[in-house]
């Protein structure tokens, strides 16, 4: 049994995350930590990190980027792995992630879902056979008309792990109004789209003479990523310090 503490617990996804893992035999909430008191939880909730003193085996942190900092110092303090979901992160924050996983486990990614990475892994392959073959590159993302950053992190995410295998020699494009010019063959077209209530389309369209092959990734609730983070939480379970992300997990799942 896995014991995992909630940062954020009583935000919408820690509140999701309460709810999966109430059901699941294997994992079970013994504190959370919330600001906010508006929830009552079956577990005891602390206002502030430092305040819970429930011994645990994993963080899992879905709350905002200020309270980062204090987080990763908890976790370094109590020798507690961290499975840091918070976005927007500094770069101060960012390098205090890589400082405290010399001490401790962390786990952080661009994407928690569980099939996103999986779709990472997938695109590792198909490039090695795609890409020398002459194939074009195209990403196409859309998300909500809420979402203020453009292209997602999760586009860029793909788009690194195809240009990771040829030595980031591809260059991404995001706006081709600008200029009138043929397509090159060392490039990554990147669209964004935005409207409605989506919750994240990824197509990742590899274009060849006379036929097309796109992978894609349709995330219809945002409790997929919920559901990847209590899988990152049991893998993390006793992990040694160091650095982690969802294809560790993957490849034990």
Do not use: W
Not at 1 to 18: D, E, P, R, V, Y
Not at 81 to 98: D, F, K, N, R, Y
Not at 184 to 198: A, D, L, N, P, Q
């Amino acid at each position: 049994m896995t014991k995992a503490i909630i940062h954020g617990c009583n935000g919408k996804m820690g509140q999701k995350l309460t709810e999966i893992i109430a059901a699941d035999p294997e994992i079970e909430i013994v504190a959370g930590v919330d600001a906010s008191d508006h929830i009552k939880n079956a577990y005891p909730v602390f206002t502030h990190i430092e305040e819970c003193d429930v011994d645990a085996d994993v963080v899992i942190d879905f709350c905002v980027a200020a309270a980062v900092d204090g987080l990763l110092d908890y976790c370094v303090k109590r020798q507690l792995p961290c499975v840091l979901c918070t976005t927007g992160l500094s770069e101060l924050q960012l390098a205090h992630v890589e400082e405290a996983s010399q001490k401790v486990a962390i786990l952080k990614s661009a994407n928690m879902s569980l099939g996103v990475n999986m779709l990472l892994a997938l695109l590792k392959k198909a490039s090695e056979i795609l890409v020398p073959a002459g194939f074009d590159i195209e990403i196409v993302e859309k998300h909500h008309n809420l979402k203020v950053d453009a292209p997602s992190g999760t586009a860029l995410a793909l788009a690194d792990t195809i240009n990771e295998e040829f030595d980031n020699e591809y260059e991404y494009i995001y706006d081709r109004s600008q200029e009138r010019k043929k397509r090159t063959g060392k490039e990554i077209g990147i669209s964004s789209v935005r409207g409605g209530t989506i919750v994240g389309d990824h197509d990742v369209i590899f274009a060849g003479e006379d036929e097309v092959i796109t992978f894609s990734h349709r995330a219809y609730s945002k409790a997929l990523f919920a559901k990847g983070a209590v899988q990152a939480a049991k893998f993390m379970k006793k992990k040694p310090a160091g650095r982690y992300d969802m294809q560790d997990v993957i490849r034990e799942v």
